[in-house]
């Protein structure tokens, strides 16, 4: 069985939680950017005050679909750490499948090969110039 290449030191952090870490920083300065910057222009106090509230669940469930995926990515990371060992448990299992067939089928062709094989053999001690029986 090949052993598990591990993987590079620091993979984990560049590829799982730095551009977790990137992309939660960059929704939240987008945030605060739209609302720090509705209050600029010859917007009206009413559409300031829509907009915030159109605004305020947009964020709401922004935040609530990136806690989602971190448990998401969090999950395929204890998944992939996992893996190896239940992988593993599924290969000894069809090794011991591949050995109790190879067993079998050896049993249940001895009596048509074994046969042959004498026969052969008693062909090659004895040898006859004619022979009634064909063997191949």
Sequence with gaps: MEKRKEPAAGSGFWQIIFPTIIGTIVILLVCVWVV???GAGNITR??????????IPVL???LIFLFVLGALIYLVVRLIHGLP???????EF????????????????????????????IREV???????????
């Design 94 to 121: 069809l090794e011991k499948v591949r050995e109790v067939v190879g067993k079998i089928s050896d049993f249940v062709v001895k009596p048509v090969i074994q046969p042959t094989a004498i026969l052969r053999g």
């Design 46 to 55: 009413f559409a300031e005050l829509s907009t915030v509230l159109l605004v």
């Design 60 to 62: 709401f469930f922004s």
């Design 36 to 38: 720090i910057d509705v």
């Design 126 to 136: 004895l040898p006859r110039k004619k022979s009634r029986y064909k063997i191949e």
């Design 85 to 91: 060992s239940i992988t593993s448990r599924i290969l």
